[in-house]
């Protein structure tokens, strides 16, 4: 196999070298010469030999071909051992292909070029070159490549110069208008590389967000919001949540007036941090925790296409916070024993996972929701059905009122 001659600074430590140069040849056998890596990969490769930041294995290997990227897979599939192959996915429209080999998750894509039809909507591909296909990327320091050819860099955008200056710049004064998703992407990189988005790109994001170029509003049907509005926007988002510093992200988004994407109320919320430190305890999803604290959460949620079951949760926790409003208007419930507290939640059956959605809201009575979730509901009668039986007691109503007592008495001595 032929020996790779590469720059030192173009050789990212643990890089599959093998693997690699298996893909070039079965891909010069294909008539394809021109394949290079991209993305992530390239960027925190060049980080690592700037000692700008160590190096990270990693998650996964973008790679740009000049030619067909589906039978590049397929003719890998051929030549490749059956073992090392554990995944192979293709996707046509936009001509890409994801492989799992030796363990390594590969993205494959045929170099592109994308139109917009309308800003926000899904683009229109055409086959490229390599150079071109960097111009479709989200920021300069993801618009670099290295061609496995003669492992040269491929630089077009400066991306090498926004990586020492720690700087993340859009590509075109469009990037935002095309694509509104590419704002959250640059709060996960702010918040990953400790980058500081550029001032001219602060103001990209402002000035499309306050002109709103989408052919869609608030307010309107949501099966008619662009993708970047909804399925993508929240696949961004989840990737976002994913992230160790996620609350740096989400606190850059509100920075630059980029909450409004999901609902204007955010914008000016200052609680969705409670919110989100609660549902990371009580094992709530963090984007229906965040979506749940908004003034139109279940049209949000509609948007974003959240699953059905999240989607439940906040319509059930939105269902309980106007029952419980009627506790606080109508009662004195701040003197209710633990056993009133019981009744009042279990006999509406109220799901767990909505009173912790509802906990993390923030509501006056949250204490004596967290600990009816953290404690009281796993409180039982001290004596067993089976235990009570012996003593003659018959099976049927009578017998679970007096289990019912028994709980509420063991509830009770909770506040002696």
């Known amino acids: ?14 890089l599959p070298i093998d693997l690699l140069m298996a893909i070039k040849t079965t891909a010069n ?12 990969i390239v960027r925190d490769g060049l980080l690592d030999q700037l000692n700008l930041r160590p190096w990270e294995k990693p998650r996964d290997i973008d790679i740009v071909i000049e030619g067909s990227a589906i039978e590049l897979a397929r003719e890998l599939k051929v030549h490749l051992e059956a073992e090392r192959i554990s995944k192979v996915r293709i996707h046509s429209t936009y001509k890409t292909v994801e492989m799992k080999v030796d363990e390594v998750l590969i993205d494959m894509a045929t170099a592109r070029t994308e139109r917009y039809p309308a800003p926000g909507e899904n683009p229109n591909v055409t086959s490229s070159k390599i ?3 960097l111009g479709r990327r989200d920021f300069t320091i993801n618009a670099m490549a290295i061609d496995l050819s003669g492992w040269n860099l491929i ?18 004064p469009k990037s935002v208008e095309e694509d509104p998703t590419r704002i959250i992407r640059g709060a996960r990189y702010s918040s990953r590389l400790h980058f500081k988005m550029t001032p001219t790109s602060i103001k990209q994001i402002q000035s499309s967000l306050e002109n709103w170029p989408w052919n869609w509003l608030p307010g309107e049907p949501v099966n008619l919001a662009p993708p970047s509005l909804s399925t993508r926007l929240r696949l961004e988002l989840e990737l976002l949540l994913k992230e160790e510093r996620w609350d740096y992200a989400l606190t850059y988004l509100q920075k630059w007036g980029a909450f409004v994407l999901l609902d204007e109320s955010l914008q000016n919320d200052q609680r969705w941090k409670r919110r989100m430190f609660w549902a990371s305890r009580l094992k709530i999803k963090p984007l229906t925790a965040l979506i749940a604290g908004t003034g139109n959460s279940l049209s949000v949620a509609e948007r974003l ?16 916070r106007k029952s419980l409003a009627l506790i606080e208007k109508n ?8 056993s009133r507290w019981c009744n009042e939640l279990e006999k509406t059956n109220w799901s767990v996972d909505a009173i912790a959605i509802t906990i ?24 067993s059905a089976k235990e009570l039986m012996n003593k003659g007691w018959q099976s049927g109503p009578e017998l679970g009122a007096e289990l019912n007592r028994l709980r509420k008495e063991q509830l009770d001595k909770l506040l002696k």
Do not use: T
Not at 1 to 14: A, G, R, S, T
Not at 331 to 338: F, H, S
């Open 155 to 172: 630089d077009p955008y400066k991306g090498i110069k926004a990586l020492k200056n720690a700087q993340l710049e859009f590509l075109h």
């Open 331 to 338: 009662d004195n419930y701040n003197n209710w024993p633990p």
């Open 360 to 383: 993390c809201i923030g509501l006056p009575m949250w204490r004596p929701l967290l600990k009816w979730w953290g404690r009281w509901r796993h409180i039982s009668s001290p004596i």
């Open 131 to 133: 150079e071109q296909d």
């Open 29 to 40: 056998k294909l008539g394809i010469i021109r394949i290079a890596l991209v993305g992530g």
């Open 305 to 320: 296409q959240l699953p059905k079951q999240e989607y439940r949760l906040i319509a059930e926790s939105l269902k309980l």
């Open 1 to 14: 196999m032929e020996k790779p001659v590469m720059p030192d600074i173009l050789m990212p430590p643990n």
